[in-house]
């Protein structure tokens, strides 16, 4: 870490002071999972996504996210509308580029919404960021199989290039704007088999961008960190839950005698109280 002060305590208790709206434009996968997220920070969701009022909803926003998952034509315009509201209004934006180098059509509206809107946050796997950047890169659907071996210099170098605060998400979050740089290790392995955890990371990005608009790269590193704490909290009761379970499943095998027949529960149930056999 570079220079940077985090504090995200502070960020999370104004944040939950102020309940600022974020707008999110997001995919069909994740919306649900992304409103709860945003509520459970203690920002106000809104998932408006028709050209008709996005606009007028992202006036009324501390932030906005924008989301490419699933793409379509009246969606992209959606997002610009959106954007040039936003940037005219001094809102801040998160941009997701999910599945950006899977196929052209993601890999050119995520290079032209970062062409045509001024993008405070790009928040991607190191595939994506890759893709975005000019570096070989592999993604397979909307995960990244390879993005390079240093994810610390990807950000960095998308921070310059790109000019953005860029944030790359895995096992070690690295986090920059070209100049400085933070890591985050936290978090736990179970976030990589759910779906949508690298969006809801997106749209933590967008609820810590709206208290902390002059200070993007600490925005970003702190929902970072946010979430990671939440990971590691969520790993540890899956932890308990399957461990009981488990515990629980022992408990409950009913025994086995030795002409093979079974005592317990559901053998008292099948012949009644005077036979258990």
Same mark, same amino acid.
């Given at each position: 870490m570079t220079d940077v002060? *985090?504090? #995200?305590?502070?960020?999370l208790h104004r944040l939950r002071a102020a309940k600022p709206l974020v707008h999110q434009v997001t995919n069909y996968v994740v919306m649900n999972e992304t409103?709860?997220?945003t509520l459970a920070l203690g920002a106000l969701p809104v998932m408006a996504h028709a050209r008709e009022e996005v606009a007028e909803m992202v006036s009324y926003a501390g932030a906005l996210v924008l989301n490419i998952g699933t793409l379509s034509p009246v969606w992209v315009d959606a997002m610009l509308d959106a954007g040039h509201a936003a940037?005219?209004?001094g809102i801040p934006i998160? *941009?997701? #580029?999910v599945g950006a180098g899977a196929t052209a059509y993601r890999t050119e509206t995520a290079k032209r919404l970062l062409d045509e809107l001024d993008v405070a946050v790009?928040?991607?796997n190191a595939g994506e960021v890759a893709t975005l950047v000019?570096?070989?890169a592999e993604v397979r659907g909307v995960e990244s199989i390879d993005g390079g071996d240093d994810a610390a210099e990807l950000?960095?170098?998308?921070?310059?290039?790109?000019?953005?605060?860029?944030?790359?998400t895995g096992p070690v979050d690295h986090v920059s704007d070209g100049e400085r740089s933070v890591a985050i290790a936290n978090g736990h392995p179970l976030l990589a088999s759910i779906t949508g955890t690298g969006c809801m990371s997106s749209a933590l990005t967008g609820c810590f961008l709206a208290v902390n608009r002059d200070r993007p790269l600490e925005a970003a590193a702190e929902a970072l960190v946010a979430f990671g704490v939440a990971g590691v909290v969520f790993g540890l009761i899956a932890g308990w839950i399957i461990g009981?379970?488990?515990s629980a499943g022992r408990d409950t095998v009913p025994p086995v005698r030795p002409d093979g027949t079974k005592s317990g529960p559901a053998a008292l149930l099948r012949n009644g109280p005077g036979d258990d056999r």
């Open positions: 002060l *985090l504090e #995200p305590g502070d960020s409103a709860n997220a940037n005219a209004r998160v *941009l997701d #580029p790009l928040r991607g000019g570096v070989a950000a960095r170098e998308a921070g310059r290039t790109l000019r953005v605060v860029a944030s790359v009981s379970q488990q």
